[in-house]
């Protein structure tokens, strides 16, 4: 195996303590306190990880992440920044950072930071993740695949909810065991209870042999329980008894099969407005909402569609193959209502339609009334990443019921950061008052 390295730049060299926590994480310690000494290291030996101390006094710590990416485009890169420095973490994420530790910190804090940072390069291939947006809920659903707590993950259809269920997954210490999704609407009502926990020969007419349940094929690792919103009533109250026992009895036995399992929950739907029409049990609600993730659709992550459409080519064509200047601009106006799955669709219907190489906006074959952007202004890109920010600060806000220091933990930054990106909301037209 080759030697991974982390570069370390920083004023001073890290202590005994924190060497031997990333030799734990095999990588080589790579330490300099130069910046040119820094950027020749990335050059020579292709650091995986660069840790930049924002006390090196040399250049601003935004500016010198933005060159560290420029130099050593395939490095991920974590900030070590005082407990004060919440707004330079937030602009060091903003510009290319994975993440950052508030210093001082503990070797235990750095492995873990390490770990996801490995799973963020490494998780799910097909995972596209570029605009802001997204990746901020993959930092977020990094940090809970740490845990072993139930995720609630909601999103429009076709946004890719199973696969950020799998990028959990994969980032997580059950990584090298099953992961088990189950879509509860596509299987039928009289089917689902025996295909979730299984059921003994006899228990039913038809029930020819034993067969084990989903929950019990999943022990060890995770289960996907995509489309909850369409289970049953009575199904919700035998799943809550499994979710608190963390035990599973097959249909036609009395034996208690003992569980070690995470569950990850997805819905198209708002979970708490079905709880309030009494359509979902507010107990297996709770049960479920540990840790809730909302996978933003596609057209609030505009930055991820291009990535997307060429990943589909490379996935059902030829890479030879490409987009003419107006299908990009035709693929970034449109709304996309059916989301990724829509994408993927399009993508592979316009490799069948293209007559050469380059795949033409008709090729793409969208509704007439899509009306495409001749040009696309460096401004109005601007203005998509300002709206996507400041959308996902107000979910954050929203959900938190306008409780400012939950808010800014769950983003990364200080109080005092939060107030300042409140006051650029508000002058962006946005009515945070409304949020209780």
Known sequence: MDQKHLLWLAPEQPSREI?????????????????????????????????????????????????????????????LVESNQGELASQSLNNGAVDFLLKPFFADQLKLTIRN????????????????KSQQVLRL?????????????????????????????????????????VNCAAIPENMLESMLFGYNKGAFTGAVAQQAGKFELANGG????????????????????????????????????????????????????????????????????????????????????????????????????????????????????????????????????ARGVEIQAADLNLPENVKALTTTSASQLKHSKKQAEFDYIYDLLSRFKGHRTQTAEALGVSTRALRYKIAAMREYGMDIDAIA
């Open 222 to 353: 995770t289960i996907l329980l995509d489309e909850i919103t369409e289970l049953p009533l009575e199904l919700q109250a035998k799943l809550l008894r499994v979710l608190q026992e963390r035990e599973v009895e097959r249909l036609g036995s009395h034996q208690r099969i003992k569980l070690d399992i995470r569950v990850i929950a997805a819905c198209n739907k708002p979970l708490r407005e079905q709880v309030e029409k009494g359509l979902f049990r507010e107990d297996l609600f709770y049960r479920l909402d540990v840790l809730p993730l909302m996978w933003p659709a596609l057209r609030d992550r505009s930055d991820d569609i291009l990535p997307l459409a060429k990943y589909f080519i490379a996935k059902y064509g030829d890479e030879k193959f490409h987009f003419s200047q107006q299908a990009e601009q035709l693929m970034y106006s449109y709304h996309w209502p059916g989301n990724v799955r829509e994408l993927e669709n399009v993508v592979q219907r316009a490799l069948v339609m």
């Open 117 to 132: 940072a490995d799973s963020m390069k490494h998780g799910v291939s097909d995972l596209i993740a570029v605009s802001l």
């Open 19 to 79: 060497e031997l926590a990333i030799n734990d994480e095999q990588y080589q310690l790579l330490y300099t306190d130069s910046i040119p000494d820094a950027i020749g290291y990335c050059l020579s030996y292709q650091p995986e990880l660069v840790l930049i101390d924002a006390q090196q006094a040399q250049m601003n710590l935004v500016d010198l992440v933005k060159l560290v990416k420029r130099t050593h485009q395939g490095g991920q890169i974590i900030t």
């Open 141 to 181: 659903a990094n940090r809970a695949a740490q845990t072993s707590a139930s995720v609630l993950i909601m999103g429009e259809s076709g946004t890719g909810k199973e696969k950020l269920a799998n990028f959990i997954h994969q980032s997580s210490p059950r990584a090298d065991k099953p992961f088990i999704a």
